[in-house]
């Protein structure tokens, strides 16, 4: 007898991994789960993991996608924020959510778009993921080209750079250079979780209004 996705219920902060998950599978389910859903999957090469964030996992990727909207608003960058959309190349059978993703530099080639298709579109500038409760699993965003990955959690802010098709660590953004973007996204995440968002986004624009 096969399971209905409607009959599998995967707690927060829990991940669920199935596989031998074909693509047409994949497209069902993501149908089936419908956009304005909880659960995030990340999809490669026949194995699908489906994971339920936990409420500060959510929090988390509000404060710093706010932080980085105020950056590029103060530097005048244009950008198209893209948040948690689903990332999938067919040809690749790669496919992912990241928490909130941005399209700076090609950020003129999906304006007026609602879905990306990496067969077509390129891959988002700057992709974050919240790694609260595990590490993320797949390789896809280095296999799907996404240039700047930040993965944060409980120690903080990582960087990860695209450098001939591998991921490496850096302490330094090419979307933000010169701007000691770990020191800031630890510090004001901290104070948001400290003496509130509102309080602390006040002092984050006072830094950037101070220092840039």
Known sequence: MLLKLQQIIVKPGQQMLV?????????????????????????????????????????????IGELVRVLLDKLQIDFE??????????????????????????QAAIIGKNRIDLNIDPPPDLAIKIDITSRTR?????????????????????ISILQEGKYIKSQ??????????????NEYVQQCLTIGRSQAMRNFRGWVKNNL
């Open 172 to 185: 330094s953004s090419p979307n933000f250079p010169n701007i000691p973007i770990v020191e800031l996204v």
């Open 81 to 106: 924020p893209f948040g948690s959309t689903t990332l999938k190349n067919e040809r690749m059978l790669q496919a992912v959510e990241a928490d909130t993703s941005f399209y700076i530099q090609n």
């Open 138 to 158: 797949f390789d896809n965003y280095e296999i799907l080209g996404v240039p700047e990955l930040w993965r944060h959690t409980q120690q903080g802010l990582e």
């Open 19 to 63: 596989k031998d998950i074909s693509w047409q599978q994949l497209e069902n389910i993501l149908e089936e789960m419908g956009e304005r859903r909880a659960a995030r999957i990340s999809y490669s090469h026949g194995w699908l993991e489906i994971m339920v964030p936990l409420p500060e996992h959510e929090k988390d990727k509000e404060y």
